[in-house]
């Protein structure tokens, strides 16, 4: 049963920073595209960032470019997501996902494995 787990998300202040990770089981992913996704209150999800296989190739929403970074380590089959300079608007519920046999989407449709979500609050 493939599985992915977040962790690493809570409360912070505005300007400060979290990691998150996303370790993946049941599958590897080091031939797919894997993602993060977040979804305020109300809102519909939305794509923040994505990595192809090996990391050779990142993109950013454009809310989070020069902010945010995601980066892989395939031998631990993790994803991670550095936030840093956090803003109030930051604030939603953040998701790991993989995408098979693409090389990157933007789009959630696109992604075949979830993980639970995780709550990232960032107070003014």
């Known amino acids: 049963q493939v599985q992915l787990v977040e962790s690493g998300g809570g409360l912070v202040q505005a300007g400060g920073s979290l990691r998150l990770s996303c370790a993946a089981s049941g599958r590897t992913f080091s031939r797919d595209a894997m993602g993060w996704f977040r979804q305020g209150p109300g809102k519909e999800r939305h794509f923040v960032a994505a990595s192809s296989w090996s990391g050779g190739n990142t993109w950013y929403a454009d809310s989070v470019k020069g902010r945010f970074t995601i980066s892989r380590d395939d031998a631990k089959n993790t994803v991670y997501l550095e936030m840093n300079s956090l803003k109030p608007e930051d604030t939603a519920v953040y998701y790991c996902?993989?995408?098979?046999?693409?090389?990157?989407?933007?789009?959630?449709?696109?992604?075949?494995?979830w993980g639970q979500g995780i709550q990232v609050t960032v107070s003014s």
């Open positions: 996902a993989a995408t098979l046999g693409r090389i990157f989407s933007n789009q959630a449709r696109d992604y075949d494995y």
